[in-house]
C-alpha cells in the first residue's frame, strides 16, 4: 500500500512540482494550500509523513506543525519543513514545532525525496 503524505504550501505551482516527484516515487499525495486547509485535511486517516512551507496566509507552517502535533493521531507523523527561510532562529522555531528536518526552496527533488525517505515509517 502506498504511503500518504500531505503537501501544505500556498504556491500552487509548487504543490504540483512537490507532488509529481512524490507520485513519481510512489507516494499517494493530499494537498493543503495553508495551515488551516491541513489541519482539516487531518480527520483521522494515516498520513505518513507532512511537507509544509513556513510562510502561508491564515495559518502559517510552525503554527500548524504545532498544531498537528496535539492531535493524538498525528503527534508522531514526521514533518519536513520545505521553505525558503534559512535562518537558525526560523529553524530551531521549527525544531521546537515538531519538525525533523529542513529542505531550503529552491529545492531539487532528489534531495527532498532523500529526506522522505529516510522518515517515512515503514
Given at each position: 500500500?502506498?504511503?500518504?503524505?500531505?503537501?501544505?504550501?500556498?504556491?500552487?505551482?509548487?504543490?504540483?512540482?512537490?507532488?509529481?516527484?512524490?507520485?513519481?516515487?510512489?507516494?499517494?499525495?493530499?494537498?493543503?494550500?495553508?495551515?488551516?486547509?491541513?489541519?482539516?485535511?487531518?480527520?483521522?486517516?494515516?498520513?505518513?509523513?507532512?511537507?509544509?512551507?513556513?510562510?502561508?496566509?491564515?495559518?502559517?507552517?510552525?503554527?500548524?506543525?504545532?498544531?498537528?502535533?496535539?492531535?493524538?493521531?498525528?503527534?508522531?507523523?514526521?514533518?519536513?519543513?520545505?521553505?525558503?527561510?534559512?535562518?537558525?532562529?526560523?529553524?530551531?522555531?521549527?525544531?521546537?514545532?515538531?519538525?525533523?528536518?529542513?529542505?531550503?526552496?529552491?529545492?531539487?527533488p532528489a534531495q527532498m525525496l532523500a529526506?522522505?525517505?529516510?522518515?517515512?515509517?515503514?
Amino acid at each position: 500500500m502506498a504511503k500518504t503524505i500531505l503537501v501544505v504550501d500556498d504556491s500552487a505551482s509548487l504543490r504540483q512540482v512537490v507532488g509529481i516527484a512524490l507520485k513519481g516515487a510512489g507516494y499517494e499525495v493530499i494537498e493543503a494550500c495553508d495551515g488551516k486547509d491541513a489541519l482539516t485535511k487531518l480527520d483521522g486517516k494515516k498520513i505518513h509523513l507532512i511537507i509544509s512551507d513556513v510562510n502561508m496566509p491564515n495559518m502559517d507552517g510552525l503554527t500548524f506543525v504545532a498544531e498537528s502535533k496535539k492531535l493524538p493521531a498525528y503527534k508522531f507523523t514526521p514533518v519536513i519543513m520545505l521553505t525558503t527561510e534559512s535562518g537558525e532562529s526560523k529553524k530551531s522555531a521549527g525544531q521546537a514545532a515538531g519538525a525533523k528536518a529542513w529542505v531550503i526552496k529552491p529545492f531539487q527533488p532528489a534531495q527532498m525525496l532523500a529526506a522522505v525517505s529516510k522518515l517515512i515509517m515503514p
